[in-house]
């Protein structure tokens, strides 16, 4: 079982930036890809960031490609999402994500466990 617990949202203006941070327990986590997915007000749920087991791969959606950062600290059981130049666009809960397999970047669909969220809004 894996347990995931975000932090780090809250409210910013369009071009700010935050640091959203994603504790993890209840697994090997340094033996894991994670990952950063997003769902806003009446939209489905879309995958945002990605991170292999050692850090050494990483992957963007288009929409948040050169803005946003993935990052992670096994020692510290930790993923981490930094947002620059943030965008109304960008206001959504964002949920941190563990695969049920270890592969080095699994495909959107592999990620079983959730976190409950963090809520980050970007006013205009």
């Known amino acids: 079982q894996v347990q995931l617990v975000e932090s780090g949202g809250g409210l910013v203006q369009a071009g700010g930036s935050l640091r959203l941070s994603c504790a993890a327990s209840?697994?090997?986590?340094?033996?894991?890809?994670m990952g950063w997915f997003r769902q806003a007000p009446g939209k489905e749920r879309e995958f945002v960031a990605s991170?292999?087991?050692?850090?050494?791969?990483?992957y963007y959606a288009d929409s948040v490609k050169g803005r946003f950062t993935i990052s992670r600290d096994n020692a510290k059981n930790a993923v981490y999402l930094r947002m620059n130049s943030l965008k109304p666009e960008d206001t959504a809960v964002y949920y941190c994500?563990?695969?049920?397999?270890?592969?080095?970047?699994?495909?959107?669909?592999?990620?079983?466990?959730w976190g409950q969220g963090t809520q980050v809004t970007v006013s205009s």
């Open positions: 994500a563990a695969p049920s397999t270890n592969a080095t970047m699994p495909p959107e669909y592999e990620y079983k466990y």
């Open positions: 991170i292999s087991w050692n850090g050494r791969w990483t």
């Open positions: 209840g697994r090997t986590f340094s033996s894991s890809a």
